[in-house]
């Protein structure tokens, strides 16, 4: 059974400041997904990551991926407090239509 | 591109009684949906995948009968909570993938809030 795990589950930080969010899974899989959600919310993708040593970055976020080590982060660069959500990853489990299994979730809160 | 909505974005019902919920791809067509559940601060669950015209694929621990998903076409698919209880009450999110070659993108709807009384 595959398992996402994301640590740490609550993070909170100081704008200004720079931190990474981990997301460890548990079997092979070459595709990985990024996920905000902001309370009440649905899910707004972030990145999708499809090869090993893929690395994406859009604004403050970085995200990449070590398909050998099954890992996966999300660096935040000089936080701001519109950054503030709930981050999930996503594997896809290889041959299965692509159903994904979501990890623990981050609740990050950027303070001001 | 790939817009996906759900009706109604939120609903209360009483126990007994059954809800339901569509899921519509506006601009493209899906040839598969998902059905998610997620508890408050808790990650989403999959509970069924679907694609037109075949019956859905229940995961391990959900059971069928009280969640019917109905998946008509490659636009819309259907989850109706039949004989609603407490215990019900979640954040229901479907996503539709287009079948593309290289991934499988899902792209999620808004959500809808049940609560049951």
Sequence with gaps: ELKVEQNPLFLSMQEGKNYTIYCNYSTTSDRLYWYRQDPGKSLESLFVLLSNGAVKQEGRLMASLDTKARLSTLHITAAVHDLSATYFCAVDRTGTASKLTFGTGTRLQVTL | ?117
């Design chain 2, 1 to 117: 591109g790939a817009v996906v909505s759900q009706h109604p974005s939120w609903v209360i019902c009483k126990s007994g009684t059954s809800v339901k919920i569509e899921c519509r791809s506006l601009d493209f067509q899906a040839t598969t949906m998902f059905w998610y559940r997620q508890f408050p601060k808790q990650s989403l669950m999959l509970m069924a995948t679907s694609n037109e015209g075949s019956k859905a694929t229940y995961e391990q621990g959900v059971e069928k009968d009280k969640f019917l998903i109905n998946h008509a076409s490659l636009t819309l698919s259907t989850l109706t909570v039949t004989s609603a209880h407490p215990e019900d009450s979640s954040f229901y999110i479907c996503s539709a993938s287009r079948g593309r070659v290289e991934y499988n993108e899902q792209f999620f709807g808004p959500g809808t809030r049940l609560t049951v009384l």
